[in-house]
Nanobody
Framework: RLQLVESGGGSVQAGGSLTLSCAASGNTVSMGWFRQAPGREREGVAI????????????VKGRFTISKNSTGNTSYPKTLYLQMNNLKPEDTAMYYCAAEPRRRPLSSGGSDFRFWGQGTQVTVSS
């Protein structure tokens, strides 16, 4: 069974940087970061696949980088990262990592993902 444990997050001023981490065990094919701000729907932030193909939301392109420290074997434990630079107040949200043992798109908003981390808060002040 997939298990995801997140760390990182916190409070920073606009223009600052943060790195989120997500330790994953189990078979992972699609691994991604999603976020949800109060009163808003959950949205996809970034996703990465075993071949290291990535997809980003338009709002974070050029500022966020998703990566993982794994080999090509999808069953090995791995850590997923989200490096967030030039943070903006609109990036404030609860951030979640998610994974699926199947290829799933970022555009689903996470509805196709069954396995989730506990979430970590990111707050960006102006």
């Amino acid at each position: 069974r997939l298990q995801l444990v997140e760390s990182g997050g916190g409070s920073v001023q606009a223009g600052g940087s943060l790195t989120l981490s997500c330790a994953a065990s189990g078979n992972t094919v699609s691994m991604g970061w999603f976020r949800q701000a109060p009163g808003r729907e959950r949205e996809g932030v970034a996703i990465i696949y075993p071949d290291r193909q990535t997809t980003y939301a338009d709002s974070v392109k050029g500022r966020f980088t998703i990566s993982k420290n794994s080999t090509g074997n999808t069953s090995y434990p791995k850590t997923l990262y989200l490096q967030m630079n030039n943070l903006k107040p609109e990036d404030t949200a609860m951030y979640y990592c998610a994974a699926e043992p199947r290829r799933r798109p970022l555009s689903s908003g996470g509805s196709d993902f069954r396995f989730w981390g506990q979430g970590t808060q990111v707050t960006v002040s102006s």
